[in-house]
């Protein structure tokens, strides 16, 4: 909703040049990285995921890059657009398990 | 298709006042969920649910109660709204453990509780 850009962590990017988002997590055990994308009013969309036996997957123009040594999962966006602007979260799980634990978000707003 | 449906899409409360908050999914997932969602506080899991007839709690239970008669209904309520409880809340569905492509979300329930 409107209100979920309070408080949030933000980047401005132009128009066309690359996006990085980064997401710290504490859990040592979690086995399921998951980046998810939440315009305004709207619910979250998944847009890439990525297990913990990987280090990097890529989709189209996003990139997830995961560093279990220090916690630290990463989102790229090339060339990005106007569309991308939204609010991006992180959420991680453990083994076999149903339950999401989600980062608190960045606001990412694209200058034309 | 219509993926995971919530209705209503807001709602306005008295404090002590009860309501159901709606939660519908055509796609044959045994996972559903509830988070509630509030400023610089991320998505927060209230319940879930692994199939129908079984219930867990989730990090915020408190105040909420869930049932799961069927696949594909999974209704959220609240017993004695507080103000503490204006938020926006979000249902998802999920396949299979794996959670492979992530949960599929509603559009959400803005709540506020006066």
């Known amino acids: 909703g409107e209100n979920v850009g309070l408080h949030l962590p933000t980047l401005s990017v132009q128009e066309g040049d690359n996006s990085i988002i980064n997401c710290a997590y504490s859990?040592?055990?979690?086995?399921?990285f998951i980046w998810y994308k939440q315009e305004s009013g709207k619910g979250p969309q998944f847009i890439i995921d990525?297990?913990?036996?990987?280090d990097k997957r890529q989709g189209q123009r996003v990139t997830v890059l995961l560093n279990k040594t220090v916690k630290h999962l990463s989102l790229q966006i090339a060339a990005t657009q106007p569309g991308d602007s939204a609010v991006y979260f992180c959420?991680?799980?453990?083994?076999?398990?149903?339950?999401?634990?989600f980062g608190k978000g960045t606001k990412l707003s694209v200058i034309p | 298709n219509a993926g995971v449906t919530q209705t209503p899409k807001f709602q306005v409360l008295k404090t002590g006042q009860s309501m159901t908050l709606q939660c519908a999914q055509d796609?044959?997932?045994?996972?559903m969920s509830w988070y509630r969602q509030d400023p610089g506080m991320g998505l927060r899991l209230i319940h879930y649910?692994?199939?129908?007839?079984?219930?867990d709690q989730g990090e915020v239970p408190n105040g909420y109660n869930v049932s799961r008669s069927t696949t594909e209904d999974f209704p959220l309520r609240l017993l004695s709204a507080a103000p503490s409880q204006t938020s926006v809340y979000f249902c998802?569905?999920?396949?299979?453990?794996?959670?492979?492509?992530?949960?599929?979300f509603g559009s959400g329930t803005r709540l506020t509780v006066v």
């Open positions: 796609m044959n997932h045994e996972y």
């Open positions: 998802a569905s999920s396949y299979s453990a794996g959670l492979s492509y992530g949960y599929t």
């Open positions: 990525i297990r913990s036996n990987m």
């Open positions: 649910s692994v199939g129908a007839g079984i219930t």
């Open positions: 959420a991680e799980s453990g083994a076999g398990s149903y339950q999401l634990t």
């Open positions: 859990n040592s055990a979690s086995d399921y």
